[in-house]
């Protein structure tokens, strides 16, 4: 459908630097050249695909369309170089797509181990600083969130959508407390969660204060340094549970209709290499949930969790 393949790497360049001079520069070629191509593969589709603007390039509806998907084919082949250099020297790159939390709190403190058992990997990381949404696009692995209604996209099971909320030990034990509880929000949750807990397992007994943050891993980090209390997302804080650094300050879990998956990326397959870190990753946190259950019996945590 193209009279020439040049003329996508020519209609790039203009629409990256939005000015024909600009991409001539770019690829080493007068102004005319890049012009009187633009104008024939114009031509040749039947759209015009800028607008020529006081010496700008602005694209048109059709080819912002166009450029969308130059680009991402340009992004896959520049990853699928990128990954044959990285073969060659015997290493490969994976790029996960978790939430900032979750690297934190969850994988940060294991990270040594993960580079163990993957010796020949490089890791690479889009970070999600709120809930975790969109598609997972151009990169080899996400976790995302979805209700147990929708459909599938063929996802792996890490854990249902379980929480519990909690505090340091230190804030817990806390033996004459001048105050109430200090509640710590995500502001992106909804509604007022400490209201579902008639009691927590302080002391404190007058009226609660706030503190809300838009980034879940500071909201880990406050309770952490006994801020407060927080709702804790099991996928995000078991590490924590589990060393003690953090207790919980209620018996009572809190599960929704939602799951959390690990799901592949939608332009492209799964990289063998990547299944494997998927695995690796719910097989320490499958392992880590039971002992956490060992811990606090009372909790019903595996029940709850799978």
């Not at 151009?138 to 959508?161: C, H, I, Q, W």
């Amino acid at each position: 459908m193209l009279p020439s393949s040049n003329a996508l790497f020519v209609f790039d360049a203009a629409a990256r630097n939005g000015s024909f001079t600009a991409a001539a520069a770019e690829l080493n070629v007068t102004q005319p050249a890049v012009s009187r191509m633009l104008g024939q593969f114009e031509e040749y589709l039947g759209v015009r695909l800028f607008d020529r603007k006081a010496g700008r390039a602005v694209l048109t509806e059709e080819g912002e369309l166009l450029y969308r998907r130059v680009l991402d084919g340009f992004r896959s082949i520049e990853s699928g170089l990128i990954e044959i250099e990285r073969r060659r020297k015997g290493t490969e790159t994976v790029t996960l797509s978790v939430s900032s939390a979750f690297t934190t709190h969850w994988l940060m403190p294991r990270i040594d181990k993960l580079q163990r058992q993957f010796p020949q990997v490089d890791l690479r990381f889009q970070l999600i600083s709120g809930a975790l949404r969109g598609p997972v696009e151009n990169v080899d692995l996400g976790m995302r969130f979805r209700d147990r209604d929708e459909p599938s996209a063929g996802g792996t099971l890490v854990m249902k959508e379980v929480m519990l909320p909690m505090c340091s030990p230190a804030y817990l034990g806390e033996s004459e407390p001048a105050q109430g509880n200090t509640i710590i929000r995500l502001a992106e949750t909804p509604g007022d969660w400490a209201a579902d807990y008639p009691s927590f397992l302080t002391r404190r007994r007058g009226a609660a204060k706030a503190l809300s943050f838009t980034d879940y891993a500071v909201v880990v980090q406050a309770a952490l340094l006994g801020q407060g209390i927080a709702l804790g997302w099991l996928t995000v804080t078991s590490h924590w549970l589990l060393t003690g650094a953090l207790v919980p300050a209620s018996d009572a879990l809190t599960s929704t209709r939602r799951i959390c998956e690990f799901l592949p990326p939608r332009n492209r397959p799964m990289r063998p290499v990547a299944a494997e870190i998927r695995d690796w990753i719910i097989e320490q946190m499958q392992s880590e949930l039971t002992a956490i259950d060992r811990l606090h019996p009372k909790l019903g945590l595996i029940s709850a969790c799978y």
